[in-house]
């Protein structure tokens, strides 16, 4: 059984950890800036006592052994696969675990390596299962593209295994709660819905409110993964929404195709880490009226919440954890079928419907702030901080009925 927070006393006011693989906080880049805004809400409650590398080998080392082993370097997924690495890695663990400071009271940990011997939580929009087998795009298929059916079995049995261990599972949204308790085997108190903030880190005081003409339809669609996050099927409805809305126009940033389409502008992708592209980034979520990203699935979705930020609501998809992520600020839609897009859009050339939604996106965005997400799992992990309100769970799960607004067949 993993330890109660009664088996150890703590000081009134703990040290926090950050455990993971590559996932250096300092980097704001990295996985999608989760574990760099929690360590940053950390630091400002004065807890954060650091970040400890789950597999203490940089890429260039690990290059370096393939190289010795006469494997490919692009080879790294499949690699760290197989039968020696797997060795290697138990070792490695074995020995962090050895070696975890005492002095740290609780771990957050990122991915699947336990490499900690004290308490820890683990902080993840999917759980094990759906990292492997959610369809259409599992995550495996892109992280290890040649490794076999039992080596990914493997892989996916020792990530449980962490999870099962853990003290408490943080997770972002309802479908990745569900997932770890019916496919995971983790008790149901021990996991907890905190939610993740947004993704862009948008300041809504710096973005230009003004500039928005809500009578003129503006849809923003910001995603590198076109094909996943439906593309496509947002073009193919903006043609028969322009049909309906002539003044309509859809802006498009990523990696699209090269488009010629009446409505359409193409800005291809942009960096939050330039700050002329930012600038324009922030130009684009000031002018949208409606934020339409339906992906075939979506673990969560922090450019829904981004969008939230600035008052902008979204048309989201229904496969993934996206409800939590929009809440009543926007529409639900399935990614497969093309009428309910349209639809959808069609509602938002509407002012007043598109100005409403927004506002109620705003205050639903209000609940995803990173500092209320950090509190969510130091209330998870059962402890608290003097003069400080940690938020409370995201219990009311938004997929019940009655509790979202959507468009299916």
């Given at each position: 059984m993993p330890p109660t927070t009664s088996e150890r006393a703590i000081g009134p006011r703990p040290t926090i950890g950050i455990a993971g693989v590559w996932t250096d906080p300092e980097l704001p880049h990295v996985n999608r800036g989760v574990p760099h805004n929690i360590a940053s809400a950390l630091r400002r409650l004065g807890v954060y006592s650091g970040y400890r590398e789950a597999f203490p080998l940089t890429s260039a080392k690990v290059v370096g052994l393939w190289r010795k082993a006469r494997h490919r370097p692009t080879d790294l997924p499949s690699l760290m696969l197989s039968p020696e690495m797997r060795v290697l890695s138990t070792v490695v663990h074995g020995w962090q675990r050895i070696t975890t400071p005492s002095s740290v009271d609780y771990w957050l940990l990122f991915g699947g390596a336990r490499s900690v011997r004290s308490r820890y939580a683990t902080v993840t929009d999917e759980s094990p299962h759906q990292f492997f087998h959610r369809s259409p795009a599992p995550s495996a298929t892109v992280l290890y593209p040649h490794a076999s059916a039992h080596q990914l079995r493997n892989v996916e049995r020792r990530a449980e295994e962490?999870?099962?261990?853990?003290?408490?599972?943080?997770?972002?949204?309802?479908?990745?709660?569900?997932?770890?308790?019916?496919?995971?085997?983790?008790?149901?108190?021990?996991?907890?819905?905190?939610?993740?903030?947004?993704?862009?880190?948008?300041?809504?005081?710096?973005?230009?409110?003004?500039?928005?003409?809500?009578?003129?339809?503006?849809?923003?669609?910001?995603?590198?993964?076109?094909?996943?996050?439906?593309?496509?099927?947002?073009?193919?409805?903006?043609?028969?929404?322009?049909?309906?809305?002539?003044?309509?126009?859809?802006?498009?940033?990523?990696?699209?195709?090269?488009?010629?389409?009446?409505?359409?502008?193409?800005?291809?992708?942009?960096?939050?880490?330039?700050?002329?592209?930012?600038?324009?980034?922030?130009?684009?979520?000031?002018?949208?009226?409606?934020?339409?990203?339906?992906?075939?699935?979506?673990?969560?979705?922090?450019?829904?919440?981004?969008?939230?930020?600035?008052?902008?609501?979204?048309?989201?998809?229904?496969?993934?954890?996206?409800?939590?992520?929009?809440?009543s600020g926007g529409l639900l839609v399935d990614p497969d079928d093309d009428r309910s897009i349209v639809l959808a859009m069609l509602r938002f050339c509407d002012a007043d419907f598109a100005q409403t939604k927004g506002r109620v996106a705003l205050e639903h965005a209000k609940l995803l702030t990173w500092d209320l997400v950090t509190g969510r799992i130091l209330r998870a992990l059962g402890i608290s901080i003097p003069d400080v309100a940690l938020a409370e769970f995201l219990d009311s799960d938004p997929r019940t009925p009655g509790g979202k607004d959507s468009f299916r067949n």
């Open positions: 962490v999870y099962r261990r853990a003290t408490v599972c943080c997770v972002a949204s309802h479908w990745a709660a569900d997932s770890l308790v019916s496919e995971c085997g983790v008790a149901p108190e021990r996991v907890k819905v905190v939610g993740f903030g947004p993704g862009g880190g948008h300041d809504p005081s710096t973005v230009p409110l003004e500039l928005r003409d809500w009578t003129r339809p503006s849809f923003l669609f910001v995603g590198n993964a076109w094909e996943v996050k439906n593309g496509d099927a947002v073009v193919r409805a903006f043609r028969a929404v322009r049909q309906r809305a002539p003044e309509a126009v859809l802006h498009l940033v990523g990696n699209h195709p090269s488009l010629s389409e009446d409505g359409v502008v193409a800005h291809g992708s942009l960096s939050r880490h330039e700050p002329s592209q930012r600038r324009l980034l922030d130009e684009l979520f000031a002018r949208a009226t409606c934020f339409v990203m339906p992906s075939r699935v979506e673990p969560f979705g922090h450019v829904y919440v981004e969008a939230g930020t600035v008052g902008v609501a979204s048309i989201g998809t229904i496969r993934g954890g996206a409800t939590d992520a929009i809440g």
